[in-house]
């Protein structure tokens, strides 16, 4: 049977105006993302990673941001044609994110409770009594204690955990079809991390809702993705299933990154780390982008750029694999 598919990316393309001229932060990326599934996009800060997810949510800046090509399928139809109106409907209802840091995000001069309620007025035309309704309901969901008594105080209030569970609570007041979480378990403890990631699961299951997880821990991947889409200086390296991500990666980036995650099995002085850094937008190697700090970097790769290239299940952007079926 297939798989329902939510939402298609095809070589997308973005750029900025900055004073140096246009840079371009995403090139040329694809992929998909099924019904009830999670993929997991992963790389170094200054990948393209969050440009990318707020160019499919439509939250890039408008005053020096272009998109310069590519789609955006969203229940078949390209999110990049629609108007900012026509986003509008969409966002915070079929479209969801849960943003990295709640305490910002959050408004600190108004209850909790009036903040789940807003998207679900908003959206659905109803009476303030019914949201108030549907937002203990969603508290009582995500597990949050004494959900009538925490509607009625402020962010500033509640702890770190308890302000994570309040923005998924906006996310899913709605329950929309595909949910975006960009670092959603940064800053939490382990407990209150582990906690996270299962009522995401659980959500998952429960309204058949799609997610795109923006994380830089490969143990919140492990847990949680069904496919893991490798950036690296705003173009796809590596794109697969977590098992061919994990037990069999094929591109040195994606190599690297693994490699650097500590083992409890192993004793080490020192942790594997990638030399160097990513290289600015405006100063980007004329061949492949991670040239300069791959082990196995030759002449040509420094010159040419790769394509994108079939390796077993997976689809690697590496001269290596270059010829193979």
């Not at 309704?133 to 209030?157: C, D, F, G, T, W």
């Not at 190697?285 to 394509?307: L, Q, T, V, W």
């Amino acid at each position: 049977m297939e798989k329902e598919k939510i939402l298609e990316v095809k070589d997308l393309k973005v750029s900025f105006q900055t004073f140096q001229g246009s840079v371009q932060a995403v090139r040329g990326v694809s992929w998909h993302l099924n019904k009830k599934e999670t993929i997991a996009i992963v790389g170094e800060s200054g990948c393209g990673k969050t440009v990318t997810i707020q160019t499919v949510i439509g939250l890039n800046p408008k005053k020096n941001g272009s998109i310069k090509g590519g789609e955006v399928l969203f229940n078949k139809e390209n999110l990049l044609d629609l108007t900012p109106k026509q986003m509008r409907k969409l966002q915070g209802n079929q479209l969801s994110i849960i943003f990295q840091d709640p305490f910002t995000f959050l408004n600190p001069t108004m209850t909790v409770g009036e903040q789940i309620m807003e998207p679900y007025m908003q959206h659905y035309k109803v009476s303030r009594e019914e949201a108030r309704k549907k937002a203990v309901e969603i508290l009582k969901m995500i597990s949050l204690p004494s959900p009538e008594e925490n509607m009625k105080r402020y962010p500033h209030q509640l702890s770190g955990g308890m302000r994570q569970r309040v923005m998924i609570a906006m996310a899913v007041s709605c329950e929309p079809r595909l949910l975006i979480a960009d670092e959603p378990t940064t800053a939490l403890d382990v407990t209150i991390q582990a906690q996270i990631l299962e009522l995401m699961c659980e959500l998952r299951e429960k309204m058949g809702t799609a997610i795109m997880l923006i994380t830089h821990d490969m143990g919140v991947v492990a847990e949680t993705a069904d496919d893991v889409l490798v950036l690296y200086a705003g173009k796809a390296v590596e794109y697969g299933s977590i098992e061919d991500i994990f037990e069999r990666p094929k591109h040195p980036y994606t190599q690297g990154l693994l490699n650097s995650i500590p083992r409890l099995d192993e004793d080490v002085e020192l942790l594997n780390t990638i030399e160097g850094t990513v290289p600015a937008p405006d100063a980007m190697p004329a061949g492949c982008r991670f040239a300069p700090r791959c082990p196995y970097g030759k002449d040509r790769c420094m010159k040419e750029k790769p394509g994108v290239y079939h390796a077993g299940n997976s689809l690697v952007s590496c001269f290596r694999y270059e010829g193979e079926k």
